[in-house]
């Protein structure tokens, strides 16, 4: 693993508000642009072409409330996104368009981003947290039509979701959710029975932010204190602490595991970006750069190595986009 370099490859600049979500679509092949989705807090979504580093297009659908989850569905023509005007909004991209076909009320008044997992072509499940506090709702996409509501026991005292994961092994199995809840557990739900198979406190502290690897099944979470929380999902479906991780400062705004399952990064509330290798959770680099807190890192489906990247959004109102790649 080569340290990457200590300055970004480049900056992007221009969203005139804090950045709190991003999302690529590169994996086409050429001539197809390879695109940065950034979701801000003035509610505007824009649309980074990353050959000439500019902004190709900037779409207002959530009536200037904050955008916290943005999502391409099967292509980057079909867009969803999430803001704190309550509303999940999808849209149709294709030919120039820059219209919102469809749109689901959550109801929620949290910052939890919702979870897609596609189930066959052309149909997604969608995890969103739900009205009523401690819920998740599960619908269908695009028919909107609800699959089921994951409630805790009586007397659980999870709190809110704070962030959703939802996943399955293969295209045949069982889908499932993790969740991570205010009271600092992760919970493993199945979504077919609608029922929790395991709970495990993984912090002291809400649960932030989780990413979960369903090759190794392994997991990772943070929150607002100074430890990662790394944890383990056995035959038995239960779920483990595998191992922590002290920080040298306090807060996980985002953490996501590369693609390849190699390295992962976390944005942290100290302005700074971690890698860390998977396998072992080994530091590898701190990248630093930005002048406030980092909400959300995002690694590129690029489908060569060498060209992946990641990408930082911060309150600076700055995208940092790093070239980080796995030397063969």
Not at 60 to 65: A, E, F
Not at 97 to 103: N, P
Not at 107 to 115: I, P
């Amino acid at each position: 693993m080569a340290l990457p370099p200590l300055d970004p490859q480049f900056v992007l600049r221009g969203t005139s508000a804090a950045v709190h979500t991003l999302h690529f679509s590169c994996g086409s092949p050429e001539p197809d642009i390879p695109l940065l989705f950034s979701g801000s807090e003035n509610g505007f979504i824009h649309v980074w072409n990353l050959k000439t580093r500019r902004v190709d297009t900037a779409l207002d659908g959530h009536g200037r409330k904050s955008v916290y989850c943005v999502e391409t569905m099967g292509g980057k023509d079909r867009l969803l996104s999430q803001g704190r005007d309550q509303r999940i909004c999808l849209w149709d991209l294709a030919e120039g368009r820059t219209s919102v076909t469809d749109s689901v009320f959550t109801e929620h008044v949290g910052f939890c981003r919702c979870s897609l997992l596609k189930v066959a072509q052309g149909r997604w499940l969608m995890a969103m947290a739900a009205r009523s506090l401690e819920e998740v709702q599960i619908l269908e996409l695009p028919s909107k039509t609800s699959v089921c509501t994951l409630k805790p026991e009586v007397g659980a005292k999870l709190g809110m979701p704070m962030c959703l994961k939802l996943w399955q092994l293969s295209c045949d199995s069982q889908p499932v959710l993790l969740a991570g809840y205010e009271d600092g557990s992760v919970v493993l739900w199945n979504v077919s029975m609608g029922k929790a198979l395991s709970q495990l406190i993984c912090h002291q502290e809400p649960v932030m932010s989780l990413d979960f690897d369903a090759e190794k099944a392994k997991g990772i979470s943070g929150s607002s204190e100074k430890v990662l929380s790394i944890w383990s999902l056995n035959e038995q479906q239960n779920l483990q602490v595998y191992k922590t991780h002290k920080l040298v400062n306090a807060g996980i705004s985002d953490i996501t595991i590369r693609p390849d399952k190699k390295i992962l990064a976390t944005a942290g509330w100290d302005h700074r970006i971690r890698i860390f290798g998977w396998k072992k959770l080994k530091p590898l680099a701190v990248l630093d750069y930005h002048t406030a807190t980092v909400h959300c890192v995002s690694f590129s489906d690029h489908s060569t190595p060498r060209e992946r990247l990641l990408a930082a959004g911060s309150r600076d109102q700055r995208i940092s986009v790093w070239s980080i790649y796995a030397q063969t």
